[in-house]
């Protein structure tokens, strides 16, 4: 049952990712990528990640995706605007740099330290709020808050640049 | 396993009807009652007193031409309106209606699912929503629609932060985001967090309004210069989707401020389930009779309003009550 459904959601997230960037039309493009994002919320809350799920839909698919269609249907895009074929003029490169991408990721998920991971005992309140907070709010501290003011500043600089006169 | 997955689906079946009855009579309910603040009959023919009038708008509506734009982005199109539907519909899943009753020998919970971040879910489905409404507004390739869609969108985003935040108070203060355990520790009217939270609760309000595109703040739709908004290009009962899942969506946040600030199914005498049917429709009688009484608000005064006052109240509520919950 649970590895069916791991590997339904799984291959789903794969088969949109893939459609995500073979699609010439862009709105296309940016709901596979919400199908996607579902289908790893799937998979979040297998790996009792039920919080990270939440917070994914919440932010990634409520809001980052949503201003992403917002930019596209401002620009207008017409059908003939998006293109017929892809030109790949640095196909032999970018085969070069996929089959290495593989390869590191496959050795870095069969290392030994992180299959120990993948079967040590979680704890019975992992991914909880109130596990997820204290690890933020005391081992992380110093990224979060870092991370925070990054952006902050990206916040800032984009009113800024489109504000010149405010 | 099987047990579970049984109680669960029936649940889940009987919610989903009540929800979509409700749905449909709320319609009436809110054509009377308008009708009654602006002195005028109302729909009173079909039925008594026109109790079938929802009955025959189905049946009208069904039986409508289904129209396509020619210039439509067909396969969007025909997605919008579900998309724009299944949100609105799923946040009842983790509502509380009741506490728990003896059937057949078993003890059942009056909770399709009792989710542990109840609360975060029903944020996440709202958040949803904007979907079907944006590509309502592109797929039919029209400037109403557009405009709509894009008005929309805006409100709901910029909405929908104050939603979050005039929330963050009630879980401070509760320590849970389960909605269950929410409704349990409000068993007397001075536990409730309407008395805890009253600004809150304001906050939620108005921001709950903004976020079903209702009155004062239906901007999406406002007839005199955008034709209908977003749904401007439906006909038929993908119009009818859309509708429904406006009516859907006022239930479920009636549904949530009853559950967070009211108090849910706890009440004295009658039983749990009928003090959240009285509970809701006392909020659903309050967005009809705001409906019959404020204007419009005009598009800048909106989005000034939600960024420089909403906005701001929230993060000071939330200053403020957790200050509280440290000292």
């Known amino acids: 049952m649970e590895l069916a459904i791991f590997l339904m959601a799984s291959a789903l997230s794969i088969a949109a990712s893939i459609l995500v960037i073979i699609q010439r039309n862009p709105i296309a493009s940016v709901m596979y990528l919400l199908t996607s994002f579902v289908s790893q919320v799937i998979l979040f809350i297998m790996l009792n990640a039920a919080f990270l799920a939440m917070l994914q839909i919440i932010v990634y698919a409520g809001a980052i995706l949503v201003l992403f269609l917002f930019v596209i249907m401002l620009l207008n895009l017409r059908r003939e605007d998006f293109g017929k074929d892809i030109k790949l003029k640095f196909k032999p490169l970018a085969i070069a740099f996929a089959v290495v991408l593989l390869f590191e990721t496959t050795v870095a998920i069969s290392s030994s330290a992180m299959l120990e991971r993948a079967q040590a005992q979680l704890p019975p309140e992992f991914g909880s709020v109130q596990a997820v907070g204290m690890e933020l709010f005391t081992k992380y501290l110093y990224p979060f808050e870092l991370t925070s003011i990054l952006l902050i500043v990206a916040v800032l600089g984009a009113v800024v640049m489109a504000k010149k006169r405010l | 396993m099987l047990e579970f997955a049984v109680i669960t689906g029936v649940k889940a079946f009987m919610v989903l009807n009540v929800l979509l009855l409700t749905c449909a009579w709320t319609t009436y309910l809110e054509r009377r009652f308008l009708a009654r603040m602006q002195s005028r009959i109302g729909p009173n023919t079909a039925g008594y007193r026109g109790l079938l009038t929802p009955i025959a708008d189905l049946i009208k509506l069904l039986f409508k031409e289904d129209f396509i734009p020619a210039a439509a982005h067909k396969p969007l199109y025909l997605l919008a309106p579900l998309m724009a539907f299944i949100p609105a519909m799923l946040p009842l899943a983790v509502i509380p209606f009741g506490s728990t009753i003896n059937l057949f020998g078993r003890e059942i919970?009056?909770?399709?699912?009792?989710?542990?971040?109840?609360?975060?879910?029903?944020?996440?489905?709202?958040?949803?929503?904007?979907?079907?409404?944006?590509?309502?507004?592109?797929?039919?390739?029209?400037?109403?629609?557009?405009?709509?869609?894009?008005?929309?969108?805006?409100?709901?985003?910029?909405?929908?932060?104050?939603?979050?935040?005039?929330?963050?108070g009630v879980i401070m203060l509760a320590g849970t985001l389960n909605l269950v355990e929410l409704v349990e520790q409000q068993s007397s009217i001075l536990d409730w967090y309407i008395v805890k939270q009253p600004v809150g609760f304001v906050l939620y309000l108005i921001c709950a309004f903004a976020e079903t595109n209702r009155s004062p703040f239906d901007l999406p739709e406002a007839e005199s210069e955008l034709v209908g908004g977003y749904h401007t290009e439906y006909s038929s009962m993908r119009f009818g989707l859309f509708f429904v899942?406006?009516?859907?969506?006022?239930?479920?946040?009636?549904?949530?401020?009853?559950?967070?600030?009211?108090?849910?199914?706890?009440?004295?005498?009658?039983?749990?389930?009928?003090?959240?049917?009285?509970?809701?429709?006392?909020?659903?009688?309050f967005y009809i009779w705001v409906r019959g009484s404020l204007p419009r608000f005009r598009y800048d005064q909106l989005m000034k309003f939600g960024w420089f006052v909403l906005i701001p109240i929230a993060l000071a509520n939330i200053l403020i009550t957790a200050l509280f919950v440290l000292l």
């Open chain 2, 245 to 285: 899942g406006e009516y859907a969506n006022m239930v479920t946040v009636s549904a949530v401020a009853t559950t967070v600030f009211l108090g849910g199914w706890q009440g004295p005498f009658l039983p749990p389930v009928l003090w959240f049917v009285i509970k809701c429709f006392a909020f659903l009688f």
């Open chain 2, 109 to 168: 919970n009056l909770v399709v699912s009792d989710f542990n971040l109840g609360l975060l879910f029903i944020l996440a489905m709202t958040s949803l929503g904007i979907y079907g409404i944006i590509m309502a507004g592109w797929s039919p390739n029209s400037k109403f629609s557009l405009l709509g869609g894009l008005r929309s969108s805006a409100q709901m985003i910029s909405y929908e932060i104050g939603l979050g935040m005039s929330l963050i």
